[in-house]
């Protein structure tokens, strides 16, 4: 039987089909027993990290940042320098990485504010890259390109895993409950148009601030928590050819959607280790993807699922607009 | 693409030389750099000396009448990218140990994981001290040690009466180490030499911006501490510059002048430089090394080089410590390898057991030399040997750049 | 007489560059009148709302809402003191539903989510766009788009309303929900500033009508009058001639 | 005489980006968008160049219009494959137009890059010098000769393009185009034929700058990637769109690093053109030389 389905309807629906994808990996270890394909979908959560904090700002908030991955290696360096400097532990370095992470999300919302398009494209970028030459050209206080030998948190790979698990989830459930109240609607306001939005009311200003930041504080959290795992961080973290990977995953998984970061990190990661047997074709393959998605698909994957869903039990009106 | 098929191939014929001796292999892991930034020309010497050396030891029997398996990961010459290839290769591979690692503090992101998983590395070409430093019993360096150079150098600037000594230095554990050692070494044998190093960024394409300043005054010699591609971007900016090697300063080189690819790359600059070799044609070589020198140019119609030597030692060493210790177990294997006299392809090889500076699991005294280009595109073989294994440095052999 | 001075702009004047857009204009708008702007193209009519709804500042002069500086202010300010706007270009929120266009503009101006729900169906029906509730706006047709980004301007009463060309382009059946619309809240007691090119319309709708040309101020008053003025004839004549 | 030779180092390096930042200027002006794999576009260059002059024996004097029309095909290519979408009828509130263009950009450069590494190969070749000198004395300094004669060539061209697109036929349509885009067309100027000989000459222009610089910066996979940035901070200083300003900034970003990185720090002198470009945008998002334009 059909049923009409509002915006708030169909973003629980994601919501929870998107639980559903994280219920699944986390029954994979039943059978999947291999330490390194454990490792492989641990890294994976930590790719779904950043592309749920990307996707917040660019899918929902409409902030094309080329920085997602220099927050990554912000908070991978916070904690590692931490422990490479003063010994301190994950316990004070995760939550650190956190708000440094954070505060300097607030400080690049600050340059962007006014800027929209290719120019804040731009400044992000250059953000990205000055980020990464300093601190691959601070040896003494950074070890620079050598990179940073950095303390393990849990000893037993399983417990990483449904560590970075959990913390995928809960960020995934704190990002629904965010995006289904006003804050949702402002936020995806200013993406649709932001000169609209402030003549309605929308204080854009604090909102893009927000987005931000709580972006940023979530790639902090990420590459914090790899970091750790890796027990090893470099300026590669923060490459720009790390964002495109990350932009990437968001692309093929869905942008604006609230499963796609998900699917999208998992599916490209794994096949990237699928493929890395083959040689290396993995990144051909994926700009190439991307290439189609971002003509014909664009609502990816889960845009893909979504539509076939609905036609099939929801009445056409909320359908997704990629037919048009 | 033909690299694949090329590894494909290599890999079907190893199943074949398994199936024949009937045994289940014994693989060994090889994490080298087989595309940029890594120092690809390295990785692929070493890929190509480890395949040749596996065959001579599979032709012969293999391991306890196993046969060898060479499982090989590219880790791109990045510290993280290694660190997740030695994982691979140990948890998903299941390799008995790691030979091939190069570049310093690409091996010093694979140690650690060696170290985690009490698996054998043998360190082909990382020359770091802080290696060494680490004192993990897992590693274990067949490769010049960073002091080796420094300690020749110092020696040759001493013998040279420099006053003004520049390094330019990589921004790797390789370089900043050296940098650092041949400072060390110059204030312990001379007195009263102004020393300096510059680090520069392996990935610059132009560092003129660093040279302009010693085209300013000129240094009595220059040092280039960095690995291809950047050391032949450097080389030909110091020679364009006129700045090296000159009538004023000497173009002393640690690391690359014996690459195949060396004069595809340095055009004028290459001539009259002076090199610091771990291999020199002109050495005297073992039986054993003559016989892959032999199927080294066989396989890719290169000479000879110091890469393809101490590869093979490394896996050379590995498969005789197996077979003293009768077990591919990692304590078996460690002692064996710490019980080690054995004569490799340039010299008898063993690792030393002092715990002290870089000489931890270290072959201290391995051969090598200084010697000069005397004309462009000059084979390594008629290269001009300014210090012999086990001489000093003869000024009187070098030629000054007009 | 403080009604008079509800909105009072005086000495208003923006430059681009050389181009003086407003050439210190002077007007006044009582409570709850409904007034129509006109002007031939490039006259300012559209620059002076953007200055009104805080998009532009003026390099010289000032407005005032009930005594209270607003020039210079910025929109989202402006929103939240009751200056509210409608696009030339019309702007609604294209990947968001109609039902949550409205939402924004409600919870943005302080209402709860629970409140502003059934105040946004109200709207939705009397624009007679309830049916369309759950679709993306940006699938609208124009005149539909029109009207949405209209009622935007309701969910909360606002102190005056700027419409730029509401009527542009529009369906006639549209064009009539549009009037009805406007006059009702003019009879409610809101005030509006109008905007249009549509004479017919902006004769039967506005009792009172201020004439721009050339970035000043050249007629105001009762509409018959005005459109009877001389020089506003010669402009529009001027305009129709060039 | 250090000051000497930085200011002409400087200069020289400038040429070069301006080669690669006029193109990315034309682009952004007539279709607002900034080409991420620009860099790529000289990438493409270097290796046409180094390729047919050391596989296929072509001189160099002729190995280089060679390497143009590489990138201006390349150029074309991309353009009615990827960018035609953002003007022919791209209607889809789902992605928006920048979006569009940054990720599709984006991803090309990705797959560029990878492409070669796949079936040319890692390796840096170096490309032939047009002139044998490896260098020359010039008064008191000494300059690569290479670099010198490469740096001359550069100079014709940006000259060249200059008067170009001021005052060819086709210049001028450009230059309507990138005022008005819709005013163009209806004065009977295709845009999309436009934007086509603009992605063209861009392509060109950087594969050029490729080739030339093939002898002095051994062409890799990933060499466009440098270039490609400094060529983004030159638009923004130049004011994005406007050529003259390009070159101007071009010129400034080369003697600027080159000053800077002696007299300030080596270490940090990629950022800063980087940080000069944020606080550009941050002051005057405009650019240095660009001229304002209205919001609503």
Known sequence: MRRIVDTRGRMRTDFLA??????????????????????????????????????????????????????????????????????????????????????????????????????????????????????????????????????????????????????????????????????????????????????????????????????????????????????????????????????SMVVIGGLGSLGGPIVGAVLVYVTSELLREVGGYQLIVFAILVILFARFFRDGLWGLLRSGYERRFVTSDVRTVTAE | MLKDLGRLFLTLGLFAAQNALAAEPIKVGVPIALSPPGAVSQGTQIKDALEVSAKLINDAGGVLGRPIVLIIEDDQGIPEKSRAAVEKLITLDQVVALVGGHQSSVVLAGIEVAHRYHIPYINTNAWADAIRQRNYQEVFNPSPYNSLPAIGLAAAVKALAAKRVVTLVENTDFGIGLGKGIGDQLAQTTVGIDYKYITLDRTAKDFLPALLPLKAAPPDVVIDVMLPPAAYLLINQLYEQGIAPSSKTWLFETATGDYPDFWKNVNDGGNLLVAFGPYHPQMVLSELGRKVAAAYKAKTGFDPNRLLFQASDSLFVLAEAIKNGKSTAPDAVIKALEALRWTGTRGEITFSEEKNDYRYHQWIDMPYVFYQYTAMNQPLADSRVIKDVGRPFDVSRLIRPK | MTAVSYLAVEQLTVAFGGVRALDGVNLAVASGELVGLVGPNGSGKTTLVNVLSGYLRPDAGEARLEGRRIDGLDPTTLAHLGVLRTFQLTRVFPRMSVLENLLVAGCALGLTPGAAEPRALQLLEEISLLRLQNTDAGRLSGGQAKLLEFAACFMMSPRITLLDEPFAAIHPTMKEVMARFIRRRHAAGQTFLLISHDMPVVIELCPRTICLNAGGVIADGETRQVFSNPHVIEAYLGEAAA | MLILDLLINGLIIGVFYALMAMGLSLIFGILKIVNFAHGEFYMVGAYAYTLAAVMLKVPPWLALPLAFFAGAIVGLVVERLLIRPLYAGYTSWGLKRDEYAVIVTFALSILLINLVDKFVGPYGIRGPPLVGNARVHVGPAIVSGHRLVASLVAIALVAGTMLLVRYSHWGRQIQAVAQNRLGASLAGTDPARVSGIVFALAGGLAAVAGALLANVFNPTPDVGLFPATKAYVIIVLGGMGSIAGAVVASLLLGVLESFGSVYISYEYRDTFGLIILMIVLLIRPQGLLGEHSREV
Do not use: C
């Open chain 1, 18 to 247: 998107s639980l559903a994808v994280l219920a699944i990996v986390a029954f994979l270890p039943a059978v999947m027993t291999s330490d390194y394909w454990r490792g492989v979908i641990v890294v994976s959560m930590y790719f779904a990290l950043l592309a749920i904090s990307w996707n917040l700002l660019a899918g929902y908030t409409g902030q094309f940042s080329l920085a997602p991955a220099t927050f990554a290696m912000i908070g991978g360096y916070t904690t590692g320098l931490l422990a490479y400097h003063f010994g301190a532990t994950a316990v004070l370095g995760i939550p650190a990485a956190i708000v440094v992470g954070g505060v300097i999300g607030l400080l690049l919302a600050a340059i962007v504010m006014r800027l929209r398009g290719p120019y804040l494209a731009l400044t992000t970028l250059s953000f990205a890259e000055i980020i990464r030459v300093v601190i691959a050209n601070s040896i003494d206080f950074t070890r620079g390109d050598l990179g940073l030998n950095v303390p393990s948190l849990f000893e037993r790979r399983l417990t990483s895993y449904y560590v970075m698990l959990a913390v995928v989830a809960g960020i995934q459930a704190g990002v629904y409950w965010l995006l289904r109240g006003p804050g949702g609607l402002y936020l995806r306001a200013i993406r649709d148009d932001e000169v609209a939005a402030a003549g309605r009311g929308v204080d854009t200003v604090r909102w893009k601030t927000y987005a931000f930041a709580l972006s940023a504080a979530i790639g902090g959290l990420a590459g914090a928590l790899y970091a750790h795992f890796a027990q090893f961080v470099s300026p590669e973290l923060g490459l720009v050819s790390q964002a495109g990977l990350v932009i």
